[in-house]
């Protein structure tokens, strides 16, 4: 059974970081790309970064420079790492993953909210 186990949101003031975590269960860790999906009040939710199994990581323009995406093979966990939080970073954040076996589906854990406010 696949889970995947948010943790690490908040209240934050804005300038401030925040470390997400995701704990992974169910699959092959390693061998699948990892996402971190977020979704603000009365938007759709977006795609912010992308861990490869090689390592390669895509992200948001809006968040280039602010947010690093990591993963722990051993541990299987993949962590988003937020510094120099805005007020519109403000969302609940979501891990994924799409698993591609005899069907193609995509997994998602339950959110972590991310407050950013002074």
């Known amino acids: 059974q696949v889970q995947l186990v948010e943790s690490g949101g908040g209240l934050v003031q804005p300038g401030g970081s925040l470390r997400l975590s995701c704990a992974a269960s169910?699959?092959?860790?390693?061998?699948?790309?990892m996402n971190w999906y977020r979704q603000a009040p009365g938007k759709e939710r977006e795609l912010v970064a992308t861990i490869f199994s090689s390592g390669t990581t895509n992200y948001l323009d809006s968040v280039k420079g602010r947010f690093t995406i990591s993963r722990d093979n051993a541990k299987n966990t993949v962590y988003l790492q937020m510094n120099s939080l805005k007020p519109e970073d403000t969302a609940v954040f979501y891990c994924?993953?799409?698993?591609?076996?005899?069907?193609?589906?995509?997994?998602w854990g339950q959110g972590t909210q991310v407050t950013v406010s002074s």
């Open positions: 994924n993953v799409v698993l591609v076996l005899d069907t193609t589906r995509a997994y």
């Open positions: 169910g699959f092959t860790f390693r061998g699948y790309a």
